[in-house]
T-cell receptor, first 113, second 114 residues
Framework: DAGVIQSPRHEVTEMGQEVTLRCKPI?????LFWYRQTMMRGLELLIY????????DSGMPEDRFSAKMPNASFSTLKIQPSEPRDSAVYFCASSFTERTEAFFGQGTRLTVV | GNSVTQMEGPVTLSEEAFLTINCTYTATGYPSLFWYVQYPGEGLQLLLK?????DKGSNKGFEATYRKETTSFHLEKGSVQVSDSAVYFC?????????????FGTGTRLQVTL
C-alpha cells in the first residue's frame, strides 16, 4: 500500500478564498483523522471519522472549517473563507481499528496570504 | 483532560553522544504511549510505542519505558547519528475511547552534528 496520500503538498492562497485539502487513507482502515500543526499550538486533532461518519469534530476551530468523507477512500477538509491564521501544516492519518497505530500522510503545507 | 509535556528544544548533540528527551503525561485511565519522529519535509512516523506500565518500546536504537509511577516515557538512544536529526513527538492515546486518537506533545527538535 502506498500509505496515506494527501494532496496538494503545498497550497498558497489569498485570504478569503476557499481551500480544499484531500486525503486518501490506507485501504481497509476504518478510522481517519485530520490534524493541524502550527508553531504556536503544535499538533491538534481537528476531527476524526469512523466508517465515513464524523465522530468528534470538537477540534474544528470555527465554522469556516468543514470536513467530509463521502466514501471509505476519500476525505476532504475545506476552509471557506480562508484567513492568514489558518496557515499551517495539515496532516491526515488513518488506522485500521480504534486500538491500532495511526499512519500519517506527508501533510499539506497551507499558506494564506 | 489528557496532556503531554515534552522538554523544550532544540537539542544539539555531537554524533555518538547519548540522547535523552523527557516526556511526561497526564491522563485518566491507562493510555498507550508513543514516540513519533518527523524528518524535514515529511509526515510523522511511528518510532516506538508501549501499551502498558513497565513496557519498553524500542526501534532503531531508540528506547523508552512506560513508567506509570512517574507518568513518564522518556526517549533515549545511546549513540546518535547525524541521520537522527528530526523533530520527536511524544504522544498518548485516548484511554477511554478511540485509542488511535492521539494527544501530542509540542515536539523536540534534535540536531546532531559531526
Amino acid at each position: 500500500d502506498a500509505g496515506v496520500i494527501q494532496s496538494p503538498r503545498h497550497e498558497v492562497t489569498e485570504m478569503g478564498q476557499e481551500v480544499t485539502l484531500r486525503c486518501k487513507p490506507i485501504s481497509g482502515h476504518d478510522y481517519l483523522f485530520w490534524y493541524r500543526q502550527t508553531m504556536m499550538r503544535g499538533l491538534e486533532l481537528l476531527i476524526y471519522f469512523n466508517n465515513n461518519v464524523p465522530i468528534d469534530d470538537s477540534g474544528m476551530p470555527e465554522d469556516r472549517f468543514s470536513a467530509k468523507m463521502p466514501n471509505a477512500s476519500f476525505s476532504t477538509l475545506k476552509i471557506q473563507p480562508s484567513e492568514p491564521r489558518d496557515s499551517a501544516v495539515y496532516f491526515c492519518a488513518s488506522s485500521f481499528t480504534e486500538r491500532t497505530e495511526a499512519f500519517f500522510g506527508q501533510g499539506t503545507r497551507l499558506t494564506v496570504v | 483532560g489528557n496532556s503531554v509535556t515534552q522538554m523544550e528544544g532544540p537539542v544539539t548533540l555531537s554524533e555518538e553522544a547519548f540522547l535523552t528527551i523527557n516526556c511526561t503525561y497526564t491522563a485518566t485511565g491507562y493510555p498507550s504511549l508513543f514516540w513519533y519522529v518527523q524528518y524535514p519535509g515529511e509526515g510523522l512516523q511511528l518510532l516506538l510505542k508501549a501499551t502498558k506500565a513497565d513496557d519498553k518500546g524500542s526501534n532503531k536504537g531508540f528506547e523508552a519505558t512506560y513508567r506509570k509511577e512517574t507518568t513518564s516515557f522518556h526517549l533515549e538512544k545511546g549513540s546518535v547519528q547525524v541521520s537522527d536529526s528530526a523533530v520527536y513527538f511524544c504522544a498518548l492515546s485516548d484511554p477511554t475511547g478511540t485509542a488511535s486518537k492521539l494527544t501530542f506533545g509540542t515536539g523536540t527538535r534534535l540536531q546532531v552534528t559531526l
